[in-house]
C-alpha cells in the first residue's frame, strides 16, 4: 500500500512508503508509533494517510538514533543573524536561502537521496501592534517624559530644559509611571468608571535649593493640557544626603581625589606596577551606605585599575588596597575633605600625606605588585575566548534551538500581551525595575500587580572601604540595560523599548529591554505510559525577559506563564562580582592563605567578596475579586487521634490504622498582617484564596506561593540594617493593600539607617487581613560564596517563586489544549498540531 500523505515532505514533491507492517523506522522510535500504526492499519486509509503525515512530521523535527534526516537550511550569505540584528539594520539580513536537503534511512536503506530544494521561511505574524494612545498601565513613554519634564520646568522645580545637567542644579534623577490609584483602575477596566489617567513619578535631586532634598513628584495627567505637579514628600523629608550616588558625584569625587593622588604618586607607582593615577586608574566610590543618618555623607572609595583604556565606562575594575573616605556632606566641594586612608589596611591616616610620611619613613609595611601586572588586567577581567585553549568538541556548530513553526502565537498590543489564555500589561519603573498588572487566565483575574521592588546586597570584607558595604538597587534604578539578542533570547524574540530618563543629558531614552518569546519547554507538562491509555502534553510557556545591568552586575528579571496556569517569576544574576584585595600578609587569614572568613582567593591578587542578592516583589493576588484570604496549610506529621480531632471529636484510634501515627493536614487562617519564613522542618503551604468563591468541590478557588528556597536572612533586628531591609527578613509578608504603601523600601533608607522610614516592617502593623485586598511581600534570594569560576564573571545563579493554582478549577485546565492521546477499547487518538519545516525568519 502505498500512500500520498499530505504531510510536509509530500508537499514538497517527496513521497514516503507507509506500510501496515511496522517497519523497521517506525520500530526505532519506539513501540508506541507502531501499536498506533497497527492499529489503525486497515481502519481507516485516510486517518493512516494523517498519522503517517504526522509521524514524519515528529519524525523530521526530532529526528531519531537510526533514521537520519537532515534538513538543512543554509543561509547565503552565510551571515551571523544575532550580530546582523544587533546591527539594527535588518535590511542587511538576506533572504536568500538555499537549501541542502538531504534524507537517509541507514537502518533499511530504502530511500537514500540526496536533493537540492528551496527551504520556505517559517510563516511570519508579527505579533505586535502598536496602540495610539497608552494604556492604563504602560510605562512611560518618552512623550510623556519629555510633558512631564515641561511640566516640573514650568512650576520652576527644573531651572532649565537645557544641558548642561549640573550638580548644582535640580535635576531629574528618574522618571517612572505612577500607576493609577486601584479603584480607579478596576473601575474602569468594568468599564464603570472613566480612565484615570496617566501620572508620572519623578526622582528629583535638588541641589540648587536653599535647602537642598531629594524630592519625589507626581506630574499628570499626561496628554490633555494642564499637567499638574505634586510634590510627594515634604520639603526635606529626604535629606539631598540620602541620595544615590550617581555619575555626577563619581566624578567631582574622581577631581577631588586628584590632589591626594599626586600626593601619593610615589606610592601609587611603586606599589601598583608603575602605574599612574591619571591614565591607569580610578576612584571606585560606590560603596553604600553614604552615612547612617540622613545629613552623612562619607564616601568610602578605593582605588582601583581600570579594566578599559579611558572608557568613563567603569564596568570592570581591579580594587587595590588603598582606600579612604571622602566627607562630602556638604554640597560645596571646597568644604569636602578625605579622611581615613588605608594602604593595606594600615591606618587610618588622617591625610594622603600622613600616609606618605609613614610609607617614606619605612614605619608602615610596602607592597609591590609584579613588575607588568597592570598589563595583564585587561586580559584577567576580560570574559573573552580564550584562544589559548582548543575549542571543545562541536562547539563550533551551531547548538539546538527553537523555532516558531506558524509564526508567533502570542500578540502584543503596545504593552498589553496575550498568549495561550493568559492576559497581562508588561509595565516598568526606572526605579524599581519591570512588572506586570492585571494578569488574567481564561478571562479570570488572578493578579493585579506583580512587581519588581527591590534587590539588595551585603557583602563582607576585611578591609576599610569593602566591609559591610550594602546596596538596596532600586536606590540606582533597576531599568537600565538592553536586550543581548542570541544570548538574551532567542532572535525571534518580540524586543519591546520601556523608556527611562537620562539625568545627564536630560533626555528620555527608549531603550530595548524586555524580550517576549515562547519557549518549547523540551519536556512533558504532563504524561502517562499506560497500557490503555498512552498520552501527553509537551511543556511550553511564554517567558518575559528584562536582562538588566546593574553597574558591575547583570540581572535577568523574568516572568513565565505556564499552559497550566502557573507563573513563575525568576531573577538571575550574572556579571561581574564586587572582589576586594588579597593580601598575602594580611595577618586575618591564618597559615593557609587561600580562604578566610570572608571569602576565598580566586585570582593573583583578589578575594571574592561573600555577599547575599535578595530580591524584592510585590505580589498583588486578586483572586477572581479584591478580596481575599491568606491561608496556611500545615504539613503535620503525629498521632492519628491529633490528626482526626482537627475536624471530628473522635476519641479512639479507628482499629484499622496500621500505625498510631499519621501524615496530615492542619488548615490555619492568617488573621493579622505577619512577616512568614521558610521553615523546611515544618513546612507549610502558603495560599491566597477566595473565601467567597469555591470551586466544583466546595474549596475555597486560590493560587499557592511556592518561593525557591535559596536563602534567608541570618541576621536579626539587632543588625542595624535590619530596619531599613526588614523585608530581606521574611519570605513572604501579608499586609492589607494600600495605594500608598506602595514597595517594601525606600530608596533614601539605604542611606539613613539609623532613621529609615518606608521600610516594610512599618506595614507589618496588626491590621485584619481577612477577606481583605491583600498584598504578599515575597523575598528571596541567594547566598553568594564567589569561587574561581566567577572569575572572570559570575555564570548565572537564579531564584524566584512560583504562583500556583490551588483549587482554582475544577480540574486540570489544560485539557482544552490539542495533546497526544491513544486509548484502546474504545480507541481514541490525538495528536498535536503538525508543522511544517521552515527555516526561522529573523
Ligand atoms: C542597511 O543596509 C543596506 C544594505 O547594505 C544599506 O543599503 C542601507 O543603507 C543600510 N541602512 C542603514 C540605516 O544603515
Ligand atoms: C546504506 O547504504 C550505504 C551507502 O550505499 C552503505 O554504505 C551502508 O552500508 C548501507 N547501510 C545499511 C544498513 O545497509
Ligand atoms: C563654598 O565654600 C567656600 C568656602 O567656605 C566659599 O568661599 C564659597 O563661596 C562657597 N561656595 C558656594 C557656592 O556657596
Ligand atoms: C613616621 O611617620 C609617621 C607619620 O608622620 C610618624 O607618626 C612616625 O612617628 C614616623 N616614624 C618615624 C620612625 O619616623
Ligand atoms: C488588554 O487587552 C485585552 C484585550 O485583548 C483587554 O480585554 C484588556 O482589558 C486589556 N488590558 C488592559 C489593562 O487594558
Ligand atoms: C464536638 O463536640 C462539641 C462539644 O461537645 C460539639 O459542639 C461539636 O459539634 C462536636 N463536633 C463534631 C464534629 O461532632
Ligand atoms: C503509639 O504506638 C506506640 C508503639 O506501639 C506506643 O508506644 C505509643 O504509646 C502509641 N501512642 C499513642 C498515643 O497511642
Ligand atoms: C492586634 O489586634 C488585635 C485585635 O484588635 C488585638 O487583640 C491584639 O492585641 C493586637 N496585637 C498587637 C500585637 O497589637
Ligand atoms: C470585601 O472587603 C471589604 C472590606 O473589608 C468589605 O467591605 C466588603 O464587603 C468585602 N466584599 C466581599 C464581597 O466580601
Ligand atoms: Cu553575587
Known amino acids: 500500500m502505498e500512500l500520498h500523505t499530505n504531510s510536509t515532505f509530500a508537499n514538497r514533491g517527496n513521497s514516503y ?91 533499511e536503506n530504502v530511500s537514500t537521496e540526496s536533493s537540492s530544494i528551496s527551504c520556505n521561511a517559517c510563516p511570519v505574524r508579527d505579533p505586535i501592534n502598536s496602540v495610539s494612545s497608552p494604556g492604563l498601565f504602560d510605562p512611560l513613554s518618552t512623550e510623556e517624559m519629555e510633558e512631564s519634564f515641561s511640566a516640573l520646568f514650568k512650576s520652576g ?47 528629583v535631586v535638588r541641589s540648587g535649593i536653599h535647602n537642598p532634598d531629594c524630592m519625589i513628584y507626581k506630574v499628570g495627567p499626561l496628554g490633555r493640557d494642564g499637567a499638574q505637579v505634586k510634590q510627594l514628600l515634604a520639603d526635606g523629608e529626604a535629606h539631598i544626603n540620602t541620595r544615590p550616588k550617581d555619575l555626577f558625584e563619581a566624578l567631582m569625587v574622581f577631581e577631588f581625589l586628584k590632589k591626594d593622588m599626586k600626593i601619593m604618586e610615589q606610592l601609587i607607582s611603586e606599589s601598583f606596577d608603575g602605574a599612574n593615577f591619571m591614565d591607569d586608574m580610578y576612584i571606585f566610590s560606590g560603596n553604600s551606605p553614604f552615612g547612617l543618618t540622613s545629613e552623612e555623607r562619607k564616601i568610602r572609595f578605593n582605588l582601583a585599575f581600570k579594566g578599559f583604556g579611558n572608557s568613563e565606562i567603569m564596568d570592570l575594575f581591579d580594587l587595590l588596597p588603598l582606600q579612604g573616605a571622602v566627607i562630602a556632606s556638604s554640597l560645596n566641594v571646597s568644604h569636602w575633605f578625605a579622611t581615613d586612608y588605608y594602604y593595606l589596611n594600615q591606618g587610618p591616616f588622617k591625610t594622603a600625606k600622613d600616609l606618605m610620611n609613614s610609607y617614606n619613613n619605612g614605619t608602615i609595611r610596602k607592597l609591590q605588585l609584579p613588575k607588568g601586572y597592570v598589563k595583564t588586567i585587561r586580559d584577567r577581567i576580560v570574559p573573552k575566548r580564550d584562544m589559548s585553549l582548543p575549542v571543545r568538541e562541536k562547539a563550533d556548530t551551531p547548538g539546538a534551538r527553537t523555532y516558531e513553526p506558524a509564526g508567533a502565537r502570542y500578540t502584543i498590543n ?36 506583580l512587581a519588581f521592588n527591590d ?14 558595604v550594602i546596596y538596596t538597587d532600586a536606590t540606582y534604578g533597576i531599568l537600565e540595560g538592553e536586550v543581548i539578542l542570541g544570548v538574551d533570547c532567542p532572535e525571534h524574540s518580540s524586543v519591546l523599548k520601556i523608556a527611562t530618563w537620562n539625568s545627564r543629558t536630560a533626555t528620555p531614552i527608549d531603550t530595548s529591554i524586555v524580550c517576549v518569546f515562547e519557549v518549547d519547554g523540551e519536556e512533558s507538562l504532563w504524561r502517562h505510559k499506560g497500557g490503555a491509555f498512552t498520552g501527553g502534553q509537551r511543556e511550553r510557556h511564554l517567558v518575559i525577559r528584562a536582562p538588566i545591568t546593574l553597574g558591575n552586575y547583570d540581572y535577568s528579571l523574568e516572568f513565565h506563564f505556564h499552559l497550566d496556569g502557573r507563573i513563575v517569576t525568576k531573577a538571575r ?36 567578596s561573600i555577599h547575599d542578592h535578595t530580591f524584592g516583589f510585590k505580589v498583588d493576588l486578586d483572586i477572581l475579586e479584591q478580596n481575599n484570604t491568606f491561608k496556611l496549610i500545615h504539613w503535620k506529621a503525629g498521632n492519628v487521634l491529633d490528626a482526626l480531632q482537627t475536624k471530628s471529636n473522635v476519641t479512639e484510634i479507628p482499629s484499622y490504622y496500621l500505625f498510631n501515627q499519621t501524615r496530615y493536614i492542619e488548615w490555619e487562617t492568617l488573621y493579622r498582617e505577619a512577616g512568614l519564613r521558610i521553615d523546611m522542618e515544618n513546612q507549610k503551604f502558603w495560599t491566597v484564596v477566595n473565601t467567597n468563591k469555591q470551586n466544583k468541590w466546595g474549596n475555597s478557588r486560590g493560587y499557592r506561593i511556592i518561593p525557591m528556597a535559596t536563602g534567608a536572612q541570618n541576621f536579626d533586628d539587632s543588625f542595624l540594617p535590619m530596619r531599613a531591609l526588614s523585608y530581606t527578613k521574611y519570605h513572604c509578608a501579608v499586609t492589607k493593600r494600600k495605594d500608598e504603601e506602595e514597595f517594601l523600601t525606600s530608596t533614601f533608607d ?71 492521546t491513544n486509548t484502546i477499547e474504545p480507541s481514541e487518538y490525538e495528536r498535536m498540531p503538525k508543522f511544517d519545516q521552515c527555516y526561522e525568519k529573523m
Open 17 to 107: 512508503q507507509v506500510t501496515c507492517k511496522p517497519d523497521d523506522k517506525m520500530q526505532s522510535d519506539g513501540k508506541f508509533r507502531s501499536i498506533i500504526l497497527s492499529q489503525f492499519c486497515g481502519v481507516c486509509i485516510f486517518i493512516l494517510g494523517l498519522v503517517g503525515g504526522i509521524l514524519i512530521g515528529i519524525f523530521a523535527y526530532h529526528g531519531s538514533p537510526n533514521s537520519s534526516r537532515d534538513i538543512k537550511c543554509i543561509h547565503s550569505t552565510n551571515m551571523d543573524y544575532a550580530a546582523a540584528r544587533d546591527g539594527k539594520n535588518y535590511s542587511q539580513i538576506s533572504t536568500t536561502i538555499s537549501t541542502i536537503f538531504r534524507v537517509s534511512s541507514s537502518a
Open 157 to 203: 522645580v527644573i531651572p532649565t530644559k537645557d544641558p548642561p545637567v549640573t550638580f548644582y542644579k535640580n535635576y531629574v534623577q528618574y522618571m517612572s509611571l505612577q500607576p493609577p490609584n486601584k479603584q480607579e483602575a478596576l473601575r474602569f477596566l468594568q468599564k464603570q468608571g472613566n480612565p484615570p489617567g496617566r501620572f508620572a513619578k519623578v526622582h
Open 414 to 449: 503596545g504593552y498589553n500581551i496575550s498568549w495561550m489564555g493568559w492576559n497581562f500589561v508588561l509595565s516598568g519603573s526606572q526605579v524599581r525595575g519591570p512588572s506586570l498588572f492585571n494578569i488574567r487566565f481564561k478571562g479570570d483575574r488572578i493578579v493585579y500587580e
Open 455 to 468: 534587590v539588595s546586597v551585603m557583602y563582607a570584607a576585611d578591609n576599610y572601604a569593602q566591609n559591610n
Open 573 to 608: 544574576a550574572s556579571g561581574y562580582i564586587q572582589a576586594h584585595f588579597w593580601d598575602v600578609r594580611n595577618k586575618h587569614f591564618g597559615d593557609d592563605r587561600s580562604f578566610y572568613p570572608y571569602g576565598y582567593r580566586i585570582s593573583d591578587f583578589h578575594v571574592g
Open 750 to 820: 539605604v542611606n539613613r539607617m539609623m532613621e529609615p522610614k518606608g521600610y516594610l516592617d512599618l506595614m507589618i502593623n496588626n491590621e485584619s487581613i481577612v477577606n481583605e485586598d491583600i498584598v504578599n511581600w515575597i523575598s528571596v534570594g541567594f547566598l553568594h560564596v564567589p569561587t574561581s569560576e566567577d572569575m572572570p564573571i559570575t555564570l548565572n545563579v537564579e531564584t524566584g517563586f512560583t504562583l500556583k493554582p490551588h483549587n482554582f478549577f475544577d480540574r486540570s485546565p489544560v485539557l482544552d489544549l490539542p495533546q497526544v
